[in-house]
T-cell receptor, first 113, second 119 residues
Framework: KQEVTQIPAALSVPEGENLVLNCSFT??????LQWFRQDPGKGLTSLLL?????REQTSGRLNASLDKSSGRSTLYIAASQPGDSATYLC????????????FGKGTHLIIQP | DAGVTQSPTHLIKTRGQQVTLRCSPK?????VSWYQQALGQGPQFIFQ???????QRGNFPDRFSGHQFPNYSSELNVNALLLGDSALYLC??????????????????FGPGTRLTVT
């Protein structure tokens, strides 16, 4: 059974800092991995999708890497801003003929102005 | 381009009642998945519908059932509600491949969710 762990559970940093969020998964046989952002009480916004054959994806100030063999992914946020404050969720698609995602519990990020 | 929509936004029900939640997928998408997110937790996969059939199911009891219509919209039904069913219910859609082969490349798009409170 796939399990996804996110570290740290919470993080508070001053504005302008670069930061790294970590995600690990127990079964390396994945099809892809997605990073999401969730604002309080809201739905999920997709940030980046990394296919199993890829090593990284970039979108603006965000960069996500994937090391499938070690079961790890990182989300790098450059020059953090107060608007980046949210919960960040990592999810893996282990295939099996459908798209059911397995999620971690998330990292609650606060960027201090 | 309309994204994934869900209705209602909020719902309050009493233990033992039944509830139906609705989802319309993003334009061009034909696959709908449902997730339950308890407070402070990551979403848990309930089931997925493709071509009007349940294709995969997570670890949820039979009280949770669903349906997909020819226009790809979907409903989630929960019978005999328990206090523990209180959660944010999220719908996600993705683009099918025209068949049942491995969906390795499909990005999932989520709706705003329905907040269900069971009292």
């Amino acid at each position: 059974k796939q399990e996804v762990t996110q570290i740290p559970a919470a993080l508070s940093v001053p504005e302008g800092e670069n930061l790294v969020l970590n995600c690990s998964f127990t079964d390396s046989a994945i099809y892809n991995l997605q990073w999401f952002r969730q604002d309080p009480g809201k739905g999920l916004t997709s940030l980046l999708l990394i296919q199993s054959s890829q090593r990284e994806q970039t979108s603006g100030r965000l960069n996500a890497s994937l090391d499938k063999s070690s079961g790890r992914s990182t989300l790098y946020i450059a020059a953090s801003q107060p608007g980046d404050s949210a919960t960040y969720l990592c999810a893996v698609n282990s295939g099996g003929g459908a798209d059911g995602l397995t999620f971690g519990k998330g990292t609650h990020l606060i960027i201090q102005p | 381009d309309a994204g994934v929509t869900q209705s209602p936004t909020h719902l309050i029900k009493t233990r033992g009642q039944q509830v139906t939640l609705r989802c319309s997928p993003k334009s061009g998408h034909d696959t709908v998945s449902w997730y339950q997110q308890a407070l402070g937790q990551g979403p848990q996969f309930i089931f997925q519908y493709y071509e009007e059939e349940e294709r995969q199911r997570g670890n949820f009891p039979d009280r949770f059932s669903g349906h997909q219509f020819p226009n790809y919209s979907s409903e989630l039904n929960v019978n005999a509600l328990l206090l523990g069913d209180s959660a944010l219910y999220l719908c996600a859609s993705s683009s099918g491949t025209g068949g049942r082969r491995s969906p390795s490349s499909r990005e999932q798009y989520f709706g705003p969710g329905t907040r269900l409170t069971v009292t």
